[in-house]
């Protein structure tokens, strides 16, 4: 094994070395991100919580490369996003990298099958044998295949999206409030699927969420306050972190506000 396989192996699935994302200037100035150094192992699902701007959102936008950073760095495995151009980076997210959003983002024109294999049609690759089969059944759709996102339900549409973004068996899958426009009984539904992409499948994924409950799906919770990591909880409960939230509302911050 080379020096190169040894990093590979041991580099986590993502992370970001003081990282640093300011908005604006002089008085307008916003610090996003105020030096957060955090990584992502593989197999693990993590979740980012925090208080409106907290830079949860930021930090999961730079790590994915869909933002870049004003100073620090962010790396897929042992790839420094910074150093790449704009087609390599393209690449990189098409290739490595699954996206859940809150709204879905299904293309109402395709079925739920072209739906799940459109990125590998985009970038005119075939789908490992039976793995499309396997997502099928794993989200428990394979009646409604040939329905259009507008015939399914909230918590079947995001199932589909759930299933497109690991078609292409990236390395990580970042998920943004991924059960902010579903019922309780759909969202448990979507995070059962997220965390058996990372301990059935082996696939790191990173949840930005605001709900406690959707948190305690996780292997550990990340939180941050005014663009910093504050602090870590592992094997988390819905009732601690609804706490540990709590807490940024508590007297001192409320006296700092005022």
């Excluded at 790449?84 to 980076?89: A, K, T, V």
């Excluded at 459109?118 to 793995?131: N, V």
């Excluded at 997502?135 to 079947?156: A, C, E, N, T």
């Excluded at 497109?164 to 979507?190: C, I, K, M, Q, Y």
Aim: aromatic fraction near 4%.
């Amino acid at each position: 094994m080379t020096a190169a396989d040894t990093v590979r192996t041991i580099a986590p699935a993502a992370q970001v070395r003081d990282a640093v994302k300011v908005y604006g200037s002089g008085d307008t100035e916003v610090r996003a991100l105020d030096g957060v150094t955090v990584d992502f192992p593989a197999g693990r699902f993590t979740a980012i919580m925090g208080p409106s701007g907290s830079g949860k959102s930021t930090l999961m936008h730079c790590v994915a490369g869909l933002d870049t950073l004003t100073s620090g760095s962010a790396y897929i495995g042992d790839t420094e996003l910074g150093t790449l151009g704009d087609r390599q980076l393209t690449l990189l997210r098409r290739e490595r990298i699954g996206f859940v959003f809150q709204s879905f983002n299904l293309v109402p024109t395709l079925t739920v099958a072209e739906n799940i294999t459109l990125p590998l049609d985009l970038a005119g690759t075939r789908p490992e044998p039976g793995l499309i089969d396997e997502l099928i059944d794993v989200i428990g759709l394979r009646d409604r295949l040939r329905h259009r996102p507008s015939q399914l339900s909230g918590g079947q549409q995001q199932r589909v999206a759930v299933a497109r973004a690991l078609a292409g068996r990236p390395d990580v899958v970042f998920a943004d409030e991924p059960t902010g426009n579903l019922d309780s009984r759909s969202g448990a539904e979507v995070l059962e699927l997220l965390g058996d992409a990372a301990h059935g499948m082996g696939r790191t994924v990173v949840m930005v969420t605001h709900d406690p409950v959707a948190a305690s799906h996780a292997d550990e919770v990340l939180f941050l306050a005014d663009g910093r990591l504050v602090d870590r909880m592992e094997r988390p409960t819905a009732d601690r972190v609804l706490d540990r939230m709590k807490e940024f509302d508590g007297p001192s911050r409320q006296e700092a506000r005022s």
